[in-house]
């Protein structure tokens, strides 16, 4: 490669298509809905860049319409996972090696396939597969994900960039150098970007990785494959492995190779991993290093001086969007008495103008969640809601009969301490909590101390003051805090995400932060003219 000091693209925040009636993005993605629900496709898993039908299969559906069959996934299993250790142990001397600038180049351009061609196969995936309205695809599996492999390549940049200084006579230097083994990527079904990001920024910094992404959202992270293939990723620098959690988790953690984790999802789930490394330590060659973003139990705090109107808007959008199956998603309020009527009016007005349906409906606000496990869960908050100590306010059904539909649900709580006010839910429900005028500080104090979750949270003033009072009380309990805004929405080059508590590790991702938990640096210090005389003058 030619020599030069080479500087990748300034990024820019990926604009977001509105998908306005007689657009051309909204038939662009008609057209690619309609076509990914033409016929069912056979995902396998891709290790050392060749498909592997495993033959141990599973379904995927769309969950607004769970009897429409999607894809047959192959799941991996211990076999799979070594052949993957394998594959990214084969890549590694090259991938490590290679100049940053062209590793970075392949994500740059994955970046603009996903600008441009790519974007409504990758948005139809999302649709139809994780039923997300068309606007919540286009900001997650087309937005996010942009600007996750522009921004990440830049942050890289000034990364290496980041030298130390030299005495006369010597040269001091840092090398960036990716860890030893492969980093293990673990990701979500609720944002396709994620799964994006996960397996990505490790690899953009010379590592390889073997990716198990949920299988609730293989058909996007298949193309995401596809896509980073098409890209000009070598083959065996991400090994795409879908498979039960347990099947694919266990024999990777147990691998001598392990160098990393890079996880997000849920906190029983992160903790256990944690467990097992910690257990099989003595076995690694190094010690891995632990990446997670976990769950949360996201909040709204009012003050007295709050506007209500704005309010009540930020908790249907903060708390529905998604169905509430965003980390971020607020599911718990903290109101004022003298607000709540007019807070309450509103909020039971417009959750009755809520439509929901299917996700490829572009005039639906909410759709499904996401299979059946989960409709199990908030069903049962929604059961419990119902009885002593709850008032349901709007909402409170549910129906699985064609899709997995829970309705937005307003659940008013008189005990600030209830199962209702501290679980993460992970579904459309909000509960509320009304307090005293005259008692903020007391329960701003229960807010901090009700969760074990810090990730995100949002409070609401139009009071300078009471906002500095407010935003001292809860500074450790959010790692993405929102004035007069909700707590949802982070945007890459913005609000580098992530939460701390049992939240997860904090490590930001889409930031420099994150990057650098993906390197193990080398100081390296050059002397240009050597002494040859052991004596000091000192000794004289």
Same mark, same amino acid.
Request: glycine share 10%; aromatic share 10%; with cysteine.
């Given at each position: 490669?030619?020599?030069?000091?080479?500087?990748?693209?300034?990024?820019?925040?990926?604009?977001?298509?509105?998908?306005?009636?007689?657009? %051309?993005?909204?038939?662009?993605?008609?057209?690619?809905?309609?076509?990914?629900?033409?016929?069912?496709?056979?995902?396998?898993?891709?290790?050392?860049?060749?498909?592997?039908?495993?033959?141990?299969?599973?379904?995927? =559906?769309?969950?607004?319409?769970?009897? +429409?069959?999607?894809?047959?996934? +192959?799941?991996?299993?211990?076999?799979?996972?070594?052949?993957?250790?394998?594959?990214?142990?084969?890549?590694?001397?090259?991938?490590?090696?290679?100049?940053?600038?062209?590793?970075?180049?392949?994500?740059?351009?994955?970046?603009?396939?996903?600008?441009?061609?790519? #974007?409504?196969?990758?948005?139809?995936?999302?649709?139809?597969?994780?039923?997300?309205? %068309?606007?919540?695809?286009?900001?997650?599996?087309?937005?996010?994900?942009?600007?996750?492999?522009?921004?990440?390549?830049?942050?890289?940049?000034?990364?290496?960039?980041?030298?130390?200084?030299?005495?006369? /006579?010597?040269?001091?230097?840092?090398?960036?150098?990716?860890?030893?083994?492969?980093?293990?990527?673990?990701?979500?079904?609720?944002?396709?970007?994620?799964?994006?990001?996960?397996?990505?920024?490790?690899?953009?910094?010379?590592?390889?990785? $073997?990716?198990?992404?949920?299988?609730?959202?293989?058909?996007?992270?298949?193309?995401?494959?596809?896509?980073?293939?098409?890209?000009?990723?070598? %083959?065996?620098?991400?090994?795409?492995?879908?498979?039960?959690?347990?099947?694919?988790?266990?024999?990777?953690?147990?691998?001598?190779?392990?160098?990393?984790?890079?996880?997000?999802?849920?906190?029983?789930? !992160?903790?256990?991993?944690?467990?097992?490394?910690?257990?099989?330590?003595?076995?690694?060659?190094?010690?891995?290093?632990? =990446?997670?973003?976990?769950?949360?139990?996201? !909040?709204?705090?009012?003050?007295?001086?709050?506007?209500?109107?704005?309010?009540?808007?930020?908790?249907?959008?903060?708390?529905?969007?998604?169905?509430?199956?965003?980390?971020?998603?607020?599911?718990?309020?903290?109101?004022?008495?003298?607000?709540?009527?007019?807070?309450?009016?509103?909020?039971?007005?417009?959750?009755?103008?809520?439509?929901?349906?299917?996700?490829?409906?572009?005039?639906?606000?909410?759709?499904?969640?996401? &299979?059946?496990?989960?409709?199990? @869960?908030?069903?049962?908050?929604?059961?419990?809601?119902?009885?002593?100590?709850?008032?349901?306010?709007?909402?409170?059904?549910? &129906?699985?009969?064609?899709?997995?539909? =829970?309705?937005?649900?307003?659940?008013?709580?008189?005990?600030?301490?209830?199962? $209702?006010?501290?679980?993460?839910?992970?579904?459309?429900?909000?509960?509320?909590?009304?307090?005293?005028? @005259?008692?903020?500080?007391?329960?701003?104090?229960?807010?901090?101390?009700?969760? %074990?979750?810090?990730?995100?949270?949002?409070?609401?003033?139009?009071? #300078?003051?009471?906002?500095?009072?407010?935003? @001292?009380?809860?500074?450790?309990?959010?790692?993405?805090?929102?004035?007069?805004?909700?707590?949802?929405?982070?945007?890459?080059?913005?609000?580098?995400?992530? /939460?701390?508590?049992?939240?997860?590790? @904090?490590?930001?991702?889409?930031?420099?932060?994150?990057? $650098?938990?993906?390197?193990?640096? #080398?100081?390296?210090?050059?002397?240009?003219?050597?002494?040859?005389?052991?004596?000091?003058? +000192?000794?004289?």
């Amino acid at each position: 490669m030619a020599d030069g000091l080479f500087h990748v693209p300034t990024p820019l925040n990926e604009p977001i298509l509105n998908y306005a009636p007689g657009s %051309p993005e909204r038939a662009e993605l008609s057209a690619a809905i309609e076509d990914m629900l033409s016929a069912p496709i056979e995902i396998p898993a891709i290790i050392g860049g060749k498909d592997v039908f495993t033959g141990n299969t599973t379904q995927v =559906v769309s969950p607004h319409d769970h009897g +429409h069959v999607l894809a047959t996934l +192959h799941l991996g299993g211990e076999k799979e996972v070594a052949q993957a250790a394998e594959a990214s142990a084969a890549a590694w001397a090259d991938w490590s090696e290679m100049p940053y600038a062209s590793r970075a180049a392949i994500f740059l351009r994955a970046a603009d396939l996903l600008a441009g061609p790519w #974007r409504q196969k990758l948005n139809a995936a999302t649709v139809v597969g994780q039923s997300k309205t %068309p606007i919540q695809a286009e900001i997650d599996s087309a937005c996010e994900l942009i600007d996750f492999w522009r921004f990440n390549c830049s942050y890289a940049q000034d990364l290496h960039a980041q030298q130390p200084t030299s005495s006369p /006579g010597i040269w001091n230097y840092t090398d960036y150098r990716p860890l030893e083994g492969f980093v293990f990527a673990v990701t979500p079904f609720n944002f396709t970007a994620i799964g994006g990001n996960l397996p990505t920024a490790p690899a953009l910094m010379g590592n390889t990785v $073997l990716w198990k992404p949920a299988t609730t959202a293989a058909l996007s992270n298949y193309w995401i494959m596809r896509l980073l293939e098409k890209a000009g990723l070598p %083959p065996g620098v991400i090994n795409f492995v879908p498979g039960r959690g347990a099947d694919i988790g266990d024999p990777a953690l147990a691998h001598e190779d392990l160098a990393g984790i890079h996880f997000t999802g849920s906190t029983r789930v !992160f903790q256990m991993m944690w467990k097992t490394i910690g257990n099989n330590i003595a076995k690694y060659k190094g010690y891995p290093r632990i =990446v997670g973003e976990t769950g949360g139990k996201d !909040f709204i705090f009012a003050h007295p001086t709050a506007d209500a109107p704005s309010l009540a808007t930020s908790i249907l959008r903060g708390g529905f969007e998604y169905q509430g199956q965003k980390c971020s998603a607020a599911s718990r309020a903290y109101i004022p008495e003298s607000l709540w009527p007019g807070v309450k009016a509103q909020l039971v007005e417009e959750i009755g103008q809520i439509k929901m349906g299917k996700a490829s409906d572009f005039s639906n606000f909410m759709a499904a969640v996401i &299979d059946a496990s989960s409709f199990r @869960n908030i069903s049962g908050y929604l059961d419990e809601a119902k009885g002593e100590g709850y008032e349901v306010l709007a909402g409170g059904n549910c &129906d699985d009969s064609v899709g997995y539909f =829970v309705e937005p649900t307003l659940v008013r709580s008189h005990n600030p301490k209830s199962r $209702l006010m501290k679980d993460e839910i992970f579904g459309p429900v909000m509960t509320v909590y009304v307090y005293p005028d @005259n008692e903020v500080e007391e329960t701003l104090a229960l807010c901090d101390s009700t969760s %074990p979750y810090a990730l995100t949270g949002a409070i609401f003033a139009d009071d #300078r003051e009471a906002l500095i009072e407010m935003s @001292n009380a809860l500074r450790h309990s959010a790692g993405n805090f929102y004035i007069n805004d909700k707590p949802t929405g982070a945007v890459v080059g913005q609000q580098p995400f992530g /939460g701390g508590r049992a939240s997860g590790t @904090n490590d930001k991702a889409g930031s420099a932060m994150n990057l $650098l938990r993906w390197t193990s640096v #080398r100081s390296v210090k050059e002397t240009f003219v050597t002494p040859t005389e052991f004596r000091y003058p +000192h000794m004289d």
